[in-house]
């Protein structure tokens, strides 16, 4: 079956250093690989996905990833940090259950950032 | 992107009531919808899978006749907590896959329940 690890609960960093969250994942195929941004109390937001291709993908708001297969690793990195960037970040990698596809998420990281 | 709405945003209920939580997609027409519970502070998991026209599809460890889904329309699913109690205490969030995207879903606001 397929998982997610975020290994960092807690992340705090201060406005404009660089940022980056970890996530690895196992999954037998070939994984589609998702990071979302939740703001509290808020749905979803889609930062960026991987399905083929360049393994660096690049996302909104600044945001990009790096898939390395060897590392079974998709990590989330942003060089400069805004203080609009304190949320919740997940990471997900995309399977099929007996429903047809689903999404697994990681525990998800909380992101907070010192002025 | 898709346009998911949920209402309400937040409803408080006594203990043994039912609530019934509305997801829509706005702009698009979605045969299937999945429907995620996060508790405080913890990641989101799938509860159940909303098919249009037929019966939900529940996880492993989720109470169909407690959390009762119906999908009527191409643009509505629900979810009823039924006689709720304190521990279904949660932030409900739906969400509706692209079609010809590969696992790739678009999320409503959430509803935050309270049970008292």
């Known amino acids: 079956a397929q998982s997610v690890t975020q290994p960092d609960i807690h992340i705090t960093v201060s406005e404009g250093a660089s940022l980056e969250l970890r996530c690895n994942y196992s999954?037998?195929?070939?994984?589609?690989l998702f990071w979302y941004v939740q703001s509290p109390g808020q749905g979803l937001q889609l930062l960026l996905k991987?399905?083929?291709?360049?393994?660096l993908v690049q996302g909104i708001k600044g945001f990009e990833a790096e898939f390395k297969r060897s590392q079974s690793s998709f990590n989330l990195r942003k060089p400069s940090v805004h203080w609009s960037d304190a949320a919740e970040y997940f990471c997900?990698?995309?399977?099929?259950?007996?429903?047809?596809?689903?999404?697994?998420f990681g525990g998800g990281t909380r992101l907070m950032v010192k002025p | 992107g898709a346009v998911v709405s949920q209402h309400p945003s937040w409803v408080i209920c006594k203990s043994g009531t039912s609530v019934k939580i509305e997801c829509r997609s706005l702009?698009?027409?979605?045969?299937?919808m999945f429907w995620y519970r996060q508790f405080p502070k913890q990641s989101l998991m799938l509860m159940a899978t909303?098919?249009?026209?037929?019966?939900?599809?529940?996880e492993q460890g989720v109470e169909k006749d407690k959390f009762l889904i119906n999908h009527a329309s191409l643009t509505l699913s629900t979810l009823t907590v039924t006689s709720a109690h304190p521990e279904d205490s949660s932030f409900y969030i739906c969400?509706?896959?692209?079609?010809?995207?590969?696992?790739?879903?678009?999320f409503g606001p959430g509803t935050r329940l309270t049970v008292t």
């Open positions: 997900a990698v995309g399977a099929v259950n007996n429903a047809g596809n689903m999404l697994t």
């Open positions: 969400s509706v896959p692209l079609e010809g995207y590969s696992y790739e879903q678009y």
């Open positions: 702009d698009f027409q979605a045969t299937t």
């Open positions: 999954y037998g195929a070939t994984p589609y």
């Open positions: 991987y399905f083929s291709g360049d393994t």
């Open positions: 909303s098919n249009e026209g037929s019966k939900a599809t529940y």
